[in-house]
């Protein structure tokens, strides 16, 4: 039973550190510019920019901004927990 609660103690504590990392300056410009990456995507597709010649440029253009606009939403909400998982796969 200890082991657990060490390990709790230490996925909190590793959340914490995390989240004061998200807090410092460089990191707020960081996710800043996260959202205006993904803003930028959305706009592409609110005017018509993704629209290829053929049905399936425009399917993939689009798929392409999709699945950029998923990563970057996946990073913005990033949890200590998650990047440890996405290390631990590595």
Same mark, same amino acid.
């Given at each position: 039973?200890?082991?657990?609660?060490?390990?709790?103690?230490?996925?909190?504590?590793?959340?914490?550190?995390?989240?004061?990392?998200?807090?410092?300056?460089?990191?707020?410009?960081?996710?800043? /510019?996260?959202?205006?990456?993904?803003? =930028? @995507?959305? &706009?592409?597709?609110?005017?018509?920019?993704?629209?290829?010649?053929?049905?399936?440029?425009?399917?993939?253009?689009?798929?392409?901004?999709?699945?950029?606009?998923?990563?970057?939403?996946? /990073?913005?909400?990033?949890?200590?927990? =998650? @990047?440890? &998982?996405?290390?631990?796969?590595?």
């Amino acid at each position: 039973m200890v082991e657990i609660v060490d390990r709790e103690k230490a996925d909190r504590l590793r959340e914490e550190r995390f989240q004061a990392w998200k807090t410092q300056e460089v990191s707020q410009e960081f996710f800043q /510019l996260l959202h205006l990456w993904r803003q =930028d @995507l959305m &706009e592409q597709w609110a005017m018509g920019s993704l629209q290829g010649d053929a049905i399936e440029s425009t399917a993939l253009a689009t798929s392409n901004a999709l699945g950029r606009v998923t990563m970057l939403n996946d /990073l913005v909400g990033m949890t200590g927990k =998650d @990047l440890e &998982e996405g290390l631990k796969d590595e």
